[in-house]
C-alpha cells in the first residue's frame, strides 16, 4: 500500500499527453493548443476609422469639401487635396491620402461640405496597421486553453483549423449484481445505479466529452469480455468489483487482459482499494464501488491523468488552505478526505462522512484532506483542500 503522494507520482511518471489533431477552430473550445500560434496577418490589415466621422488631412482649415464616403467593407480610392475630407463609418478603411478622423458630433454639415467645430489631435480615430498584433508576432503559446474569446481572436485572422492535443476517448464500466436502473420499483436486496452518470456528468463538466458507458455483472468472463472492448480507449474507468470479495473478478479480468498494475491500494479514507495501471494504448483506474470513494478516487488520481493526456499545463490539484472552523480526529492512520463547506476561508466539516453516502458530496463544496500522520487537529488549524461543486 502506497500514500497518495506517492500514487499521484506514480500516474505522473506513467501518464502522457496524448498527440496533437488538427480539429475546426470552432469545435476547439476547452482543447490545449499543440503548438504556438503566430500572427499570419496584422490586426488591423488596414488602416481602420474608430469613429462614424469625416477623414481627412490633418490641418487648420476648419471648412472642408465632402468628395464621397466610404463604409465598412469599401475598397474605394480617393485623391483628398488638403481642404477636401471622405464621410466615414466605424471599421472602414482610411483613404491612404487621410490621416485622421472627426467625429460626426464635432463637425456641422452644410451641403456637401463641413465645418469643424472642434479640431482633433493628428491621427485621431484612426487605428493603424498591425495596431492590435503584427503579421509574425506570437498570437498564444502551446499550452494555452481555447475558450471564447480566443476562438473569436482566432477567426479574426481567417484561422479555421487549430492544432490541440487530443481528447481522451473514455470507457466507463460499472459493475455489480445489486444495481439497478432507475425507472421502476426497486427490487428488494438492490440499490439504484449512481456511479455511472455520476462518473459521466463529473467527466463532461470538465470538458471530457467522449463518454462510453458499459455495465456488467460479477462474472468473470463476462468482466473479462467487457474490460478488453474499453481497452479500446484511452482510459478506461471502472467502478467496482476490485476488492477481495468472492465476487470481485476485476483484478483477476484485468490481469487475464495483460493490463500492467502499477499500484493497487492507496493509505486513504475513504478509496483505499484504488487500482492504476496500463496497456501500451490504455491507461486503467478500477475504482471502489462506493459511490463517495468512486467519486474521492476520481477527482484526485484519474482527473490528474486526464490532464496531463489533453495537454493542460496545470496538473497540479491546485489545493487550496482553508482554516478549520471545529476539532478535527483521524484515528485511522490513512490520509483522510472528508466533505466540508468553505466560506470565507473558514472549514465546516459535515458530521456524514462515509464511503457509501453521497449527502456530504451533494451539499459541500469542500474535499478536505487530512494528513495520515495527524491524529488530531484542533479549531483554527490551516488544511488543505479541494474546491468542489463551484462551477
Known sequence: MISVSEALDLIKTHTDQLPGVKIPLRSSFGCFLAEELVAPISLPSFRQSAMDGY????????????????????????????????????????????????????????????????????????????????????????????NESIIGFLASFGIMEVLVFNKPKITLIVTGNELQEAGSPLKPGCIYESNAIMLESALKSRGFDSVRILKVQDELEATKKVIAEGLEDD?????????????????????????QEIFYKVNQKPGKPLWFGKTEKTLVFALPGNPASSLTC??????????????????????????????????????????????????????????????????????????????????????????????
Not at 488631412?57 to 468628395?67: A, D, H, K, Q, T
Not at 485622421?100 to 464635432?106: F, L, N
Open 235 to 259: 482510459m478506461l474507468l471502472i467502478s467496482g468489483g476490485i476488492s477481495v470479495g468472492d465476487y470481485d473478478f476485476v483484478n483477476a479480468a484485468l490481469q487475464a487482459n495483460g493490463v
Open 298 to 391: 476520481f477527482l484526485v488520481y484519474a482527473f490528474s491523468a486526464l490532464k496531463i493526456m489533453s495537454g493542460n499545463p496545470d496538473i497540479a490539484l491546485n489545493f487550496q488552505t482553508g482554516i478549520l472552523k471545529h476539532r478535527t480526529f483521524n484515528k485511522f492512520g490513512k490520509t483522510l478526505f472528508i466533505l466540508g463547506t468553505e466560506k470565507n476561508g473558514e472549514l465546516e466539516i459535515y458530521p456524514k462522512q462515509a464511503s457509501s453516502m453521497l449527502i456530504s458530496y451533494a451539499l459541500g463544496n469542500a474535499l478536505v484532506m487530512i494528513p495520515e500522520q495527524r491524529e488530531e487537529l484542533e479549531a483554527g488549524e490551516p488544511v488543505q483542500f479541494l474546491p468542489i461543486n463551484r462551477n
Open 55 to 146: 477623414a481627412f488631412r490633418f490641418g487648420e482649415i476648419s471648412e472642408l469639401e465632402v468628395i464621397g464616403e466610404c463604409k465598412a467593407g469599401d475598397a474605394v480610392d480617393f485623391e483628398i487635396q488638403a481642404n477636401q475630407a471622405v464621410r466615414i463609418f466605424t471599421g472602414a478603411r482610411v483613404p491612404d491620402q487621410a490621416d485622421t478622423v472627426v467625429m460626426q458630433e464635432h463637425v456641422e454639415v452644410n451641403g456637401k461640405k463641413i465645418s469643424i467645430l472642434q479640431l482633433p489631435e493628428k491621427s485621431t480615430n484612426v487605428r493603424e496597421v498591425g495596431e492590435q498584433i503584427q503579421a509574425g508576432d506570437q498570437v498564444l503559446p502551446a499550452g494555452t486553453k481555447i
